[in-house]
């Protein structure tokens, strides 16, 4: 697969790593506007977690992480395991294989 070097969140640009990590696939280091994903992550593991940290970036970028009473991996995993495979799901049914077309 193709490596991806940076993304564009909330109009900024959010660099792309991969590290050892010893007890999680990637990570959202904010501070560094980076993910970081394992060097050791499976090819079929690498879009699934990209998008998973991409979600952790956005809401640290909207400001959402950081209210007091808010349960950031609650919210991120409820759009990472339900949002999207039901989105995806739509447009498959609606044959949109881009939902820009």
Partial sequence: MQSINSVMIAG???KITRANL??????????????????????KDYLPTLRHEMLH??????GISFLESFQEEACVRC?????????ERLLKRL???????
């Fill in 79 to 87: 759009v990472d395991e339900i949002f999207f495979p039901a989105y």
């Fill in 22 to 43: 010893d007890d999680c696939y990637g990570e959202y280091l904010h501070e560094r506007r980076t993910i970081q994903l394992d060097s050791k992550l499976l090819a």
């Fill in 12 to 14: 900024h640009r959010v």
């Fill in 95 to 101: 044959k949109i294989d881009h939902p820009h077309q």
């Fill in 57 to 62: 970036a956005s809401f640290h970028l909207a």
